[in-house]
């Protein structure tokens, strides 16, 4: 069974920044795109960034151009979202999530497997 399991969330004050990893079990992530996708309270989920298999391309959602940052470590099984300059409107559940895709999407059915999310909550 393919797992992902996101870390990292917890409190932090507007303007700080936060990293959370997203370590996925049941197979390799090699080859294959990642996502991270967020929920706010009374939102819908919405796409924050997604990686592709080797991690030379991205795609970030405009909202969070020159905050945050995807990366990847095929050889630990795991994919990172940097949040800088964090905003109290970035609070939300973050949800790391995997498919059988290896290029980078903003949709969700593009992605099979999700995590339980992790919660962050930025302070203002």
């Known amino acids: 069974q393919v797992q992902p399991v996101e870390s990292g969330g917890g409190l932090v004050q507007a303007g700080g920044s936060m990293r959370l990893s997203c370590v996925v079990s049941g197979r390799t992530i090699s080859g294959y795109a990642v996502g991270w996708f967020r929920q706010a309270p009374g939102k819908e989920r919405e796409f924050v960034a997604s990686?592709?298999?080797?991690?030379?391309?991205?795609y970030d959602a405009d909202f969070v151009k020159g905050r945050f940052t995807i990366s990847r470590d095929n050889s630990k099984n795991t994919v990172y979202l940097q949040m800088n300059s964090l905003k109290p409107e970035d609070t939300a559940v973050y949800y790391c999530?995997?498919?059988?895709?290896?290029?980078?999407?903003?949709?969700?059915?593009?992605?099979?497997?999700w995590g339980q999310g992790t919660q962050v909550t930025v302070s203002s």
């Open positions: 999530a995997t498919g059988a895709s290896s290029y980078t999407s903003r949709r969700n059915n593009d992605y099979k497997y």
């Open positions: 990686i592709n298999w080797s991690g030379v391309y991205t």
